[in-house]
């Protein structure tokens, strides 16, 4: 071969010939035993083009359906958080959650959406709806083995004994805001989940994320959005499974604990499904007190007696 043409080729075989007539020239003429230099070269060649592609892992696609009312329909912009900030141990773990979210004026729009998605065999609900939305929501889902988060609604009735279509509730139950007003001494002040100037925990990251991604401060809604879908994430890396009986199994089980950027690790009472969490109350003035989640007294079995869903014997696995 004229090594000429070398220079001027561009096709990998003729590179690879020339590579190999270059060696032939460098290397003694009488090393014995030595293979032909023209098998090197396309052997090379070969090797260029033959070498095996490493196949990307395949990722169990996980639905995540957000429904909201018209009042809450902004705390998506928490979900959206949430997710993105577990996106990374969810992919460890063989899973790619994503959220499909609804706003929903009334039942019959609620029951649609409902349908649609349980249709589909989503399993994880993340609802931000009021007590009237929230009521025949659950009644829907309740024959369905299914794992639903509870981000706004606060009566007490839909707490009780954890069952297939049970909810995990963010939003304080009336009981533990009313143990919240009394330990802060505001009997009249506003229960919230969380309020933009914290520092103290890292909540100040998460306050500046939020902000940088939604354009605007995090409301108690947003934080709740944001903890409830990166609870569910977390049970869904650990678990490494889409299965929601095993990943309801893990955020009920007494040993979990979930971080919150407001304190002590928060957890859900096995009994009620209710978030443990430190709750701040604001008075009239302004002023805001923090109250520890310990410092809430709520009784689970008091709640467990109030609740309208089926008696436990009755939520038995099938």
């Not at 003694?28 to 196949?55: F, H, N």
Request: glycine letters at 8%; charged letters at 20%; a negative charge.
């Amino acid at each position: 071969m004229d090594l000429t043409m070398c220079s001027l080729s561009e096709q990998p075989n003729v590179a690879a010939l020339c590579a190999g007539q270059i060696l032939a020239l460098l290397l003694p003429a009488d090393r014995a035993g030595a293979p032909p230099v023209r098998d090197l070269a396309v052997s090379t060649a070969e090797a260029a083009t033959e070498a095996p592609v490493l196949a990307q892992p395949q990722l169990q696609p996980v639905d995540i359906v957000f429904i909201a009312d018209p009042v809450h329909e902004p705390a998506l912009a928490g979900a959206r958080l949430g997710l993105e900030d577990s996106r990374r141990s969810t992919r460890v773990a063989g899973l790619a959650p994503s959220l499909r979210d609804f706003t929903v004026p009334d039942a019959p729009t609620l029951g649609a959406a409902l349908s649609t998605t349980l249709g589909d065999g989503a399993g994880f609900f993340v609802l931000a709806l009021s007590d009237e939305l929230l009521n025949p929501a659950l009644d829907q889902l309740s024959e369905r083995d299914v794992l639903v988060m509870n981000l706004a609604a606060a009566a007490d009735g839909r707490r009780g004994p954890p069952c297939v279509g049970g909810a995990f509730h963010i939003a304080p139950s009336l009981a533990q805001r009313e143990a919240a007003r009394r330990a802060a001494g505001m009997p009249d002040g506003e229960v919230l989940l969380w309020v933009p100037g914290l520092q103290r925990y890292a909540a100040g990251q998460l306050t500046s994320r939020f902000l940088t991604e939604a354009g605007r401060s995090m409301r108690s809604e947003d934080w709740a959005a944001w903890f409830a879908v990166g609870a569910l994430a977390r049970a869904l890396a650990v678990e490494r499974t889409a299965d929601p009986g095993a990943v309801r199994a893990w955020l009920g089980a007494d040993t979990t604990r979930l971080h919150n950027y407001k304190g002590a690790a928060s957890h859900f009472d096995p009994s009620t499904y209710q978030l443990q969490q430190p709750l701040f109350v604001r008075a009239g003035d302004g002023s805001i007190a923090t109250v520890p989640a310990e410092a809430l007294g709520e009784a689970p079995a008091a709640l467990a007696s109030a609740s309208t869903r089926p008696a436990a014997a009755s939520c038995a696995p099938r």
